[in-house]
């Protein structure tokens, strides 16, 4: 397994590969950390023991998609290579122009469908970032809102990786129909994000609430 230090250093280099979505792949991997840490810490407290059951979920579940989210960092980086591969074909002849083409297509499509894996990855952790906001420990209630931060700030980020891929695919109805997938999606990350603040708020300012 490659180590943080390691990949920073690729991730700093000039080479292009691994980029932004590798990258927030691991802001996601960071995000499922905290969650998991807060339901850890939450579990163990008599305090919150209507919950543990809900928190020991969250944590297995959390430490899966840390998991999963490891594994879609290389598949990124594979899915870019794939694409500089296929520009980098022949276009010497009409033939190979197209046979070309064909390949930057079927290149972008799969530099499109690991990014949406991450953003769903991700979107899992907001859910799970919601939860622990609303019953994780309350002196970890910053923990909780940046987990959700940071999994909606790593969707945004695969999400224009899916918008700049679109632009090499001619199949107008699949462009369509994945323009219209990212705009709800996003909708939802920010309808999650918007109770993770309120409840984040009324627990830091309890005079929110009231209000």
């Not at 909780?144 to 679109?166: D, E």
């Amino acid at each position: 397994m490659e180590t943080l230090d390691s990949f920073m250093e690729r991730l700093s280099s000039p080479s292009p590969a691994p980029g932004g979505g590798a990258a927030s792949a691991l802001v996601s991997i960071t995000a499922a950390s905290l969650v998991s840490m807060v339901a850890s810490l939450t579990k163990g407290k008599k305090a919150y023991a209507s919950y543990r059951e809900e928190m020991e979920g969250i944590e297995k579940r959390s430490l899966a998609v840390k998991e999963e989210l490891r594994e879609l960092m290389a598949e990124d980086e594979e899915a870019f290579n794939l694409i500089v591969k296929a520009w980098g074909m022949d276009k010497s002849t009409e033939e190979s122009a197209r046979l070309r083409k064909v390949e930057i297509e079927k290149a972008s499509k799969i530099a499109i469908m690991v990014p949406w894996k991450i953003a769903r990855a991700s979107y899992t952790i907001m859910e799970m970032a919601e939860a622990i906001t609303r019953h994780g420990i309350k002196s970890a209630i910053t923990d909780s809102a940046c987990a959700g931060i940071f999994a909606q700030s790593a969707i945004k980020g695969v999400l224009y990786n899916v918008a700049i891929n679109l632009k090499s695919v001619d199949d107008r109805e699949y462009r369509d129909t994945e323009e219209i997938k990212m705009k709800l999606f996003l909708q939802n990350t920010s309808e999650i994000l918007k109770k993770i603040d309120s409840t984040t708020a009324k627990i830091i300012n309890p005079e929110v609430g009231k209000q």
